[in-house]
């Protein structure tokens, strides 16, 4: 029996304006000629699971709900009004008729918005929620909406099923086979080593992160950064800290209410602790190139020797960044912060990890005077993510859980 799924989700905005400004006359195109080019983009999960459901039983198809100018080709196409982001996915849904829908951007699209499409759209018998980042408990009554929520790391799988939340499924994060067919095969290895990512400077977030590759940059490295410097997120960091308090006060005085009724209140009532802002040396900031993103990244990757991944602060101990599966994918040697379920996805002679910034400094300094070893450890590394942790292993776990539901 064949399902039509759905899955839907949001793109960071930063990479959004990154495309529109690179594609100024895409926007010309028919909403399927936009969709086929933005996927072909390779950003984050892409269509990657569209593709693996297609080659199974599914009749998949892929949603970026605040890809706005391609949302309002959609409309123009279709003949329906331009509405909200939320108003625009309902119609597409309608027009759909999906029996599963799988929500990504659980955080923006959960709790009566999912009881509602249920209600609008008959045809859909079971709704899947995602969760791969630090969730608060204001969120748990939103997330029971869900039938089904995939978990990028048994952590997260462990603290929603404890708070009663519904069964979740473990799904790591994984590499896009298609890349590689897409990307030139003669790109020679230009850079000693490679950090691509965010610098988020609120909430002390990427404080370890900031620190190495403070020291890093003082090395005598071919260094390439492209990174997203989060400045924004410093600013107002005064109106952040009275904001709040004054929501955590509301609480305590039993006027929650107020906070989901304040837009602003309600954004800093569900953080887990008190704003505060990093601050990043002079020196790397003249290191820091612009970020790319999608299949400029993986370019960047492929030409490194050494790629760089470093779990948020907060990301507890336990594996679960998609960097590590694009860097592996790519060829390049992965350097990963070490955790304790690490060995679940790679062997120690895969991948290289480390317990201290020394440490990552001296196997940096190790690995570039002992090539033939960087190149086996990134051949190693690569054929385990090729042969175990693709797209299409990870569609074949959601399936299971997809037939055991459904029966």
């Not at 071919?222 to 308090?245: E, P, V």
Request: hydrophobic share 40%; proline share 3%.
């Amino acid at each position: 029996m064949s399902y039509r799924l759905v899955k839907i989700t949001s793109y960071y905005k930063d990479f959004l304006s990154y495309y529109y400004n690179s594609n100024p006359k895409v926007n010309e195109l028919n909403y399927d000629e936009q969709h086929a080019h933005l996927m072909k983009q390779r950003f984050a999960w892409s269509d990657a699971y569209a593709f693996a459901f297609n080659q199974m039983w599914y009749e998949a198809s892929e949603i970026v709900a605040n890809a706005r100018p391609m949302q309002e080709q959609w409309c123009a196409d279709n003949g329906v009004e331009h509405g909200s982001d939320k108003e625009i996915l309902v119609a597409q849904l309608k027009k759909m008729q999906p029996e599963i829908i799988w929500l990504q951007d659980s955080y923006s699209f959960n709790g009566d918005f999912v009881r509602f499409l249920k209600k609008q759209i008959p045809s859909i018998r079971l709704a899947i929620g995602n969760c791969c980042s630090p969730i608060t408990p204001q969120f748990y009554p939103d997330f029971k909406a869900f039938d089904l929520i995939t978990v990028c790391a048994p952590y997260f799988k462990n603290l929603l099923e404890e708070n009663g939340l519904p069964k979740c499924i473990v799904i790591p994060h994984a590499f896009d086979g298609r890349i590689l067919k897409e990307s030139k095969s003669d790109l020679k290895k230009k850079f000693d080593f490679l950090f691509t990512g965010s610098l988020i400077l609120d909430q002390n977030f990427h404080k370890e992160r900031i620190k190495l590759l403070e020291q890093l940059v003082d090395e005598d490295l071919d260094i390439n950064l492209l990174i997203n410097l989060n400045t924004d997120s410093s600013k107002g960091i005064y109106a952040r800290q009275a904001a709040y308090l004054a929501s955590h006060l509301l609480k305590k005085s039993g006027l929650n209410i107020i906070n989901q009724k304040v837009n602003g209140l309600s954004k800093v009532s569900k953080l887990q602790f008190f704003p505060r802002a990093s601050k990043v040396s002079s020196a790397l900031r003249q290191q820091i190139k612009p970020p790319v993103f999608g299949k400029d990244m993986f370019r960047e990757i492929s030409r490194s020797k050494i790629s760089f991944n470093i779990h948020g602060d907060i990301a507890s101990d336990f594996a679960a960044n998609m960097r590590m599966y694009e860097v592996t994918g790519m060829g390049s040697c992965l350097l990963t912060d070490w955790k304790n379920d690490l060995d679940s996805y790679f062997r120690s002679d895969e991948v290289v990890a480390y317990k201290s910034l020394d440490e990552a400094k001296e196997k940096i300094s190790y690995l570039l005077q002992n090539t033939d070893e960087l190149e086996t450890i990134a051949s190693r590394g690569q054929k385990r993510t090729l042969c175990e942790h693709t797209f299409e292993n990870r569609a074949a776990i959601i399936d299971e859980a997809i037939k055991k539901l459904l029966k």
